[in-house]
Each structure stands twice: as structure tokens, then as C-alpha cells.
């Protein structure tokens, strides 16, 4: 192995970390939900891309710096999440879990739908900060703007896990995924602990949203259904339902991600991940961290 | 208090409880006992409204809350307990309390308490309710990690965290030896004289002849007798209902 491929391999396990952090909030949305609810919400990634958009009205609309654009699409992508809840789970029966997979499959259809003919069809131009700042460790020089991107998702984590762990709604969120019939029963309505919990993925989503296209520059429409498989494979090799393993696997994939990219070039890339999450599913189908729901 | 008006439910067509009507009094301890498959839980999750009635009605303090969802039952001032317990494992003693707290005052006092903190009133009875139940210095355990007599102490307080004024403990002295059964007794009379009321579904016989003021008897889903316990133990249907299906529990066991 030559050195310049040694050092490439390097940049590209930086790079791909810190981007990492965006597939882990992701990650953890789906994760999230499916604790909570018990069913996979396949929208989540489109809404994700689609607070991001809605930030776009913001950003050339009105011109708004970046920092302000993307509490917008924290915002608008907590909008989405709640129509997403009201649309495809308040009302769909609790002993069909299909009927709301197959209505938010509907959702993940409909707002990409949105997005693709919204814009053309066109890539558009997406603010980031720091991006004219870099480190520069030896041979290694790390972007401003992905560093910024690192530390937004870093901080997104931390309230949310702060939200969970140590707010009485948190508290209340978990007693729901960990026992929903004696939650019931000690007065908490699993309907508003449900849409909270939509609420608050969503709004990490935005985040998410936001950040990948910070770090890319562009939003291109055809985001959509990508990190929604990104999204899928973080949640699956963490384990269904564990937010630490969401993390972990989000940095892996990241990593995983640029140096099959370095090794093999950008055609293959997305094989190898499909591999890796294959590997998972065959020799670990629990995920890093055996989650509290897969346990019964 | 709680009074159940000729309640019905049929899974398919097996009658688990059929046409049950009883009253009980405020400040009663009240008894439902019966053999296995009697209908007992069954009439419980009727109550809690774990699952619809098929007819009939159910009474609390007068008001028909036989449609009402379940998590709007507790603030009416429900509470239960589980024959097989059902805490949430993965977070620690003081928040099972702390999260089933969720009292009339953190309601009235708006989102933030109620979902943020809760009030300080509230973390002096969780003190309290942690000491009624011996469990002040395991208050940073999981619950999962309890001993099972913990845990039903746990699943006790934690019910009583919402300040009920009736309680329904399902089986609560199942597993229990000699000594807790002793202590489960007198946390119960202790409970009366807060001015609850219970409702104490129960095998063990001993305990429920102890400590209750009136009893009524399932059979196959049907009512079969109520009185105080010293008619039920001198009732002939019972004798043969009851003791018949703990004989032949004790061949199964001893077989």
C-alpha cells in the first residue's frame, strides 16, 4: 500500500466520521420511533430532506443567513413530522402494524414527489458556515464547514438525549416503549407521547437535513430516498430501537462510506454498505446493541 | 364507590365474565376471589378499560366511565397493580414514581411542570411513598434489578403515586413467603386508613379472609356469592367451587 492511499484512507475515515454524524441523527429518528411505536416509519428520511427544502424559501426567498435557515428546517421538518403522524399513524389500527408502513411507504412517495416537482427537478444551492476554515493535521486537512457540521449534530444528540433522560417527558416517552399498557394505566396518554415523539424525530431530522446539505452544498432532489436507506442501515446495524447503537453505526457507515469510496470509487460504493449492512443482518441480526424491544 | 352494572364480556363465544353486578363502598376492602379462569382478571381489565365491554355498565363514583380511555381513568383516581408485574424495567425506582406521578396539580399548573419537572410537593410524596414501601435507599436502581418482593412493592407505590381513591391490586401476594404476606396485610389496612379504597383480587385465602370487609365469588364468569367473610366461608356453592377447583390445584401441584 502505497503512501498517498494510506493518507487518502485517513482523509476519507475523517471525512467520513464527521458526515457520519448526520446518518446517526437519522438513525436514531428511526430508531426513535420504532421504539416507542413498535412500527418503522419509512417517511422519516423524506421529511428529513423536506425541512431542509422548506429552509430553501427561507435562505433564497428571503435571503436569511445560514444559521437561521436551518432552524427553519428544524422547524418545518417538526411540521412534517406531525402530518406524517396525523396522516399515517394516529388513525391507522394498532394490530396492523403493515397498514402504517405501507401509508408512511405513501408518505415517503408523496414528498419526494413534492420535492422533485417544487424544484424542478434541479439542484439548489445549500448555505454552510466555516466553510473557508480548515485544519490541517500533517498530510490531513479537515473541512470548517464539516467540523460545524460535526458539532450541530453533537448538540443535537446531546438535547435529545438530555430530552430523554432527563426530562419528565422523556422519562414518560421511555415508560411508553418499555411497558405501554402499564404506562396507560399511570395516566399517560400514548397518543400525545406518540406525536411528541414525531415531533421531536422530526425536528432532529431537520437538523439531519439541514447538515447533509451544509456538507454537500447542494440539496439535490434526489435525496430523498437514499437517506432513507442510509437512515434504515444505521438504524438495523444499531439495533432497532437503541439510540447508542444509532450513533455507533452512523459514524461506522459514515467511515465505511468513504473508504469503500477511496478503495473502489464512487460506483461501488453503495454496494459494499448494502454488504456490511448484509454481514450485520447474517452474523448479528440484533444489531450492536440488543435493544429493549427486541428482547420480547 | 365502584359499582359494576350486570357487566358482560365474551371472547368469541366463551362468556369470561357474565352479567357481573356488584357494589363496593368507599373505604371498603373489597374481595373478589374464585378459581383459576373465573373471570377475575378479566373483570379487572374491565374496569381499568383494557379492553371493551361486550354489555353492561361500569360505574365510579356514579359517573358511567365505561367508554372512557384508559389513561383518563387514573385521573379519575384508578390505579392498579399487575399479577404478573409490569414495571418499566429500564428506568430506575424514583422515575417509576416520578413518571407516574403525573398529579392534578401538575395538570392545572400547565406543560412545563406537568412534562418538564414536575412540582416540588410531588418529590416530597415520592420521598414519602419510597419510605411507606422500604425502598428509600434503592431509589437509583433499575427496576428490572430489584428482587421480585421489591418489585411489588415498587409496582404498589407506583400506583399509589397518582393518589388514587381506588385501588385494584391483582394477586398481589403471589410468590410472596409467610413474612411479606404479613407486611403486604398491613400495607394494606395502612392504605385503608389513607382512605382508599381496594379492590383486592386474590388466591391466597388467608389474606383475603384477614383483611376484607366483603367479598364476592366468581365462578365460570357468573357471580356465585357475596357477603362478608364469614358468610362466604360458610356459603355451600362456594365450598364447592372454590376449595373443589384449590383441591384439585393441589393434586396438579403435587402431581
Redesign the interface.
Known amino acids: 500500500m502505497d503512501y498517498f492511499f494510506f493518507i487518502d484512507l485517513v482523509q476519507g475515515f475523517a471525512d467520513g466520521v464527521l458526515f457520519g454524524t448526520t446518518y446517526a441523527l437519522i438513525g436514531i429518528g428511526f430508531t426513535l420511533i420504532f421504539g416507542v411505536m413498535h412500527k418503522l416509519n419509512l417517511a422519516y428520511g423524506a421529511a428529513s430532506i423536506g425541512g431542509a427544502y422548506v429552509s430553501l424559501i427561507a435562505f433564497l426567498g428571503l435571503g436569511w443567513p445560514p444559521i437561521p435557515t436551518f432552524a427553519i428546517s428544524a422547524v418545518g421538518a417538526g411540521v412534517i413530522g406531525y402530518v406524517v403522524y396525523f396522516c399515517c399513524f394516529k388513525f391507522t389500527p394498532v394490530r396492523h402494524p403493515l397498514a402504517a408502513l405501507m401509508a408512511s411507504v405513501g408518505m415517503l412517495l408523496f414528498i419526494d414527489e413534492v420535492i422533485v416537482h417544487e424544484s424542478d427537478g434541479m439542484p439548489q444551492p445549500y448555505p454552510s458556515v466555516m466553510d473557508h476554515a480548515e485544519i490541517t493535521l500533517g498530510e490531513i486537512w479537515i473541512r470548517g464547514d464539516l467540523i460545524f457540521v460535526f458539532l450541530m449534530s453533537v448538540v443535537s444528540m446531546g438535547v435529545l438525549l438530555w430530552l430523554l433522560y432527563r426530562t419528565r417527558l422523556g422519562v414518560a416517552t421511555r415508560a411508553v416503549s418499555q411497558e405501554a399498557t402499564a404506562a396507560r394505566l399511570c395516566g399517560i396518554n400514548p397518543d400525545r407521547i406518540n406525536a411528541s415523539t414525531f415531533v421531536i424525530t422530526g425536528v432532529l431530522g431537520g437538523v439531519a437535513g439541514a447538515m447533509i446539505g451544509a456538507a454537500v452544498g447542494v440539496l439535490s432532489p434526489l435525496l430523498a430516498v437514499p437517506v432513507t436507506v442510509k437512515g434504515l442501515i444505521v438504524a438495523v446495524i444499531g439495533g432497532l430501537g437503541s439510540i447508542p447503537g444509532a450513533i455507533i453505526a452512523g459514524l461506522m457507515v459514515g467511515a465505511a462510506e468513504n473508504i469503500f469510496l477511496v478503495m473502489r470509487g464512487i460506483t461501488e460504493r453503495d454496494i459494499y454498505v448494502m454488504l456490511l449492512l448484509f454481514v450485520f443482518l447474517v452474523l448479528r441480526p440484533g444489531g450492536l446493541f440488543r435493544s429493549a424491544s427486541s428482547q420480547h | 364507590m365502584l359499582q359494576l352494572d350486570r357487566l358482560s364480556k365474551h371472547f368469541g363465544g366463551v362468556r369470561a365474565v357474565d352479567e357481573v353486578s356488584l357494589t363496593v363502598e368507599r373505604g371498603q376492602i373489597f374481595g373478589l376471589i374464585g378459581p383459576n379462569g373465573s373471570g377475575k382478571s378479566t373483570t379487572v381489565n374491565l374496569v381499568?378499560g383494557?379492553f371493551p365491554v361486550t354489555s353492561g355498565r361500569v360505574l365510579f363514583d356514579g359517573e358511567d366511565i365505561t367508554e372512557l380511555?384508559?389513561?383518563?381513568?387514573?385521573?379519575g383516581g384508578i390505579?392498579?397493580t399487575?399479577q404478573n408485574i409490569?414495571?418499566?424495567?429500564?428506568?430506575t425506582v424514583w422515575?417509576n414514581l416520578?413518571?407516574?406521578q403525573?398529579g392534578a396539580e401538575d395538570r392545572q399548573q400547565g406543560f412545563l411542570k406537568?412534562?418538564?419537572?414536575?412540582n416540588r410537593q410531588g418529590r416530597a410524596e415520592i420521598e414519602e411513598l419510597l419510605e411507606f414501601s422500604r425502598l428509600h435507599d434503592k431509589r437509583d436502581l433499575l427496576a428490572g434489578n430489584l428482587a421480585f418482593g421489591e418489585q411489588r412493592r415498587l409496582e404498589m407505590a407506583?400506583?399509589l403515586?397518582?393518589k388514587p381513591s381506588f385501588l385494584l391490586l391483582d394477586e398481589p401476594a403471589a410468590g410472596m413467603s409467610q413474612e411479606e404476606l404479613k407486611q403486604l396485610s398491613e400495607r394494606i389496612r395502612a392504605l385503608r386508613e389513607r382512605g382508599a379504597t381496594v379492590l383486592l383480587v386474590e388466591h391466597v385465602m388467608d389474606l383475603v379472609m384477614d383483611i376484607t370487609d366483603r367479598i364476592a365469588v366468581l365462578n365460570f364468569g357468573r357471580k356465585i356469592a357475596e357477603g362478608t367473610p364469614e358468610e362466604i366461608q360458610a356459603n355451600e356453592d362456594v365450598r364447592k367451587a372454590y376449595l373443589g377447583g384449590a383441591a384439585e390445584q393441589e393434586e396438579a401441584a403435587s402431581a
Open positions: 381499568c383494557l380511555p384508559t389513561h383518563r381513568r387514573l385521573a390505579a392498579r399487575f409490569r414495571l418499566f424495567e429500564n428506568l422515575q416520578w413518571v407516574a403525573n406537568r412534562w418538564y419537572s414536575g407506583r400506583a403515586a397518582a
